[in-house]
Every structure is written in structure tokens, then in C-alpha cells.
């Protein structure tokens, strides 16, 4: 079994407001995905997902599309570290965490 792959992801453009995190959040479930999924006061929003390689890229292209009420400018790939993943919520796999 392969190590999982971390990604931080920063989405751009018209992205809160429209349903994104909701958009994030259902995708990364549907994926099995383990992150969580913020907004941030730049007006942008921010994303860890953690998973297969494979799963992961799905995902990334998934946020790049986003929702239908969504525009998306850029999204912004990064890695991310296994701390990360210690901002969930106990006990959830995937979750939606407060503005920063």
C-alpha cells in the first residue's frame, strides 16, 4: 500500500458565497478523501485533501471546475504535511472548519 498523497489547495476567484465549500466537502466524501475545507477573509478558499495519488488529482480537478454558481480563477497546489490533517473536527473524516 502507498503512502497517501497531501495536497494543500487555495481556490481563486468567485468561490464563497456560491456553495463551494459544500461543493468541496460532498466531492471529498463521494472520493473518500480525508481533509477539510475553510474560507479564508482574502475571499479565498482554502483546502487539505489527503488520499491516493490518483483520487487526489480527481479532486484537485474537481475544485478547479467547482460549482455551477462558482468562478474559478486559479487553484493553487501545494504539499501538505500530516499535520495538517490535524485541523478536522474530532472524529470526522473530512470537514468544513470556520473562516480564517
Not at 487553484?75 to 501538505?80: I, Q, Y
Request: with cysteine; proline share 4%; charged share 25%.
Amino acid at each position: 500500500m502507498t503512502a497517501p498523497v497531501l495536497r494543500r489547495l487555495v481556490v481563486r476567484g468567485l468561490v464563497q458565497g456560491v456553495g463551494y465549500r459544500a461543493f468541496v466537502e460532498e466531492e471529498a466524501e463521494a472520493l473518500g478523501l480525508d481533509g477539510w475545507v475553510r474560507n479564508r477573509r482574502d475571499g479565498t478558499v482554502e483546502a487539505v485533501v489527503a488520499g491516493s495519488a490518483q483520487v487526489v488529482e480527481a479532486m484537485i480537478a474537481a475544485c478547479r471546475k467547482g460549482p455551477f454558481a462558482a468562478r474559478v480563477d486559479d487553484v493553487v497546489v501545494s504539499d501538505a504535511d500530516g499535520a495538517a490533517l490535524g485541523q478536522r473536527r474530532p472524529g470526522e473524516r473530512f470537514s468544513v472548519l470556520p473562516t480564517v
